[in-house]
């Protein structure tokens, strides 16, 4: 109990005098279960900075209700500029996630992707025609068009924070992990952006598009498991109402990530999931910043 009542103050200040008073209000320690689901809503939502970052990071998780398709802004909101990113943004959403970007007064400088997506189009090449001087990111392996082409162990700045470029292949060949910088004055806990290679309780399929079971759990178990215990991790999607998880969390509870890889390996071949749906419009699209050519006019 007093381990988690330290976890959620690191995480989230303003619950620790309701924790502490709490604690002294009742001789009975309350179920720990009943805590959890408090602390990792508003975990979704918040952050904590590094004792020198002085409250910079601003994030935001918003989502796309068709694809289940989570988008993620961030922002250093101590730079005189508030220069921002925004991860896998959607085009269904692009005019949502701009006006919210306006409202926040906010500088949008790079629109990334954690891989080439199958399941909608992405919003990055939308976004560069109504936001002059945005750059588009992706994985140089995603063999995408973009303006910023990534590989692992690069670092995205904007203002004084970053993101670190973890690569996470095996639900597609290009998939990279999206991880907040380590360092004094980086937001704590730290943050991972895992795409689809990470979904809460589950993981990307790995049946097309250069998929690998094999590679997926080595590169979820070497770049994702390796973080401290209390990284947040935001999933590219989601289907049953989850936010966020963590490595912990994960760790002990991901039915499939759990087990050991020849298990893993036969879960995912044994998934039977239907064809995507999407994957005839979203492929060509995203292939070309998601802004395919027009059809010659007609004479």
Excluded at 176 to 191: L, S
Excluded at 241 to 263: H, I, M, Q, W
């Amino acid at each position: 109990m007093v381990t988690l009542l330290r976890s959620c103050r690191r995480l989230i200040p303003h619950l620790s005098a309701a924790a502490a008073a709490a604690s002294s209000s009742s001789s009975a320690p309350r179920p720990i279960s009943r805590l959890l689901p408090v602390v990792l809503a508003m975990a979704a939502y918040s952050t904590v900075s590094g004792a020198d970052a002085g409250g910079r990071l601003l994030f935001r998780q918003l989502f796309e209700k068709e694809s289940s398709t989570y988008t993620y802004l961030l922002a250093d909101v101590g730079d005189p500029e508030k220069p921002a990113v925004l991860i896998d943004p959607v085009d269904r959403t692009v005019d949502r996630d701009l006006n919210l970007i306006k409202e926040l007064g906010l500088k949008l400088v790079y629109a990334m992707n954690t891989h080439v997506h199958a399941d909608h189009v992405t919003g990055t090449g939308l976004i560069k025609t109504k936001v002059p001087g945005v750059k588009s990111v992706i994985a140089k392996a995603g063999r995408a068009k973009a303006d910023h082409f990534i590989e692992h162990g690069d670092k995205i700045y904007f203002g004084n924070l970053f993101l670190e470029v973890r690569a996470t292949p095996g639900h597609t060949a290009g998939c990279v992990t999206y991880v907040t910088g380590d360092g004094h004055d980086q937001p704590v806990p730290r943050m991972a952006f895992t795409g689809d290679a990470l979904i809460v309780r589950a993981c990307g399929r790995t049946d097309f598009q250069g998929g690998s079971s094999d590679q997926l759990y080595e590169s979820v178990h070497s770049q994702i498991f390796t973080l401290p215990k209390d990284t947040l991790l935001y999933p590219g999607h989601d289907y049953k109402g989850f936010t966020v998880s963590t490595v912990e969390e994960e760790l002990a509870y991901n039915p499939r990530l759990t087990k050991d890889k020849e298990t893993f390996k036969t879960i995912m071949e044994n998934l039977n999931l239907a064809y995507p749906t999407m994957i005839d419009v979203a492929l060509p699209a995203n292939l070309v910043c998601g802004i395919q050519d027009p059809p010659p006019s007609e004479v």
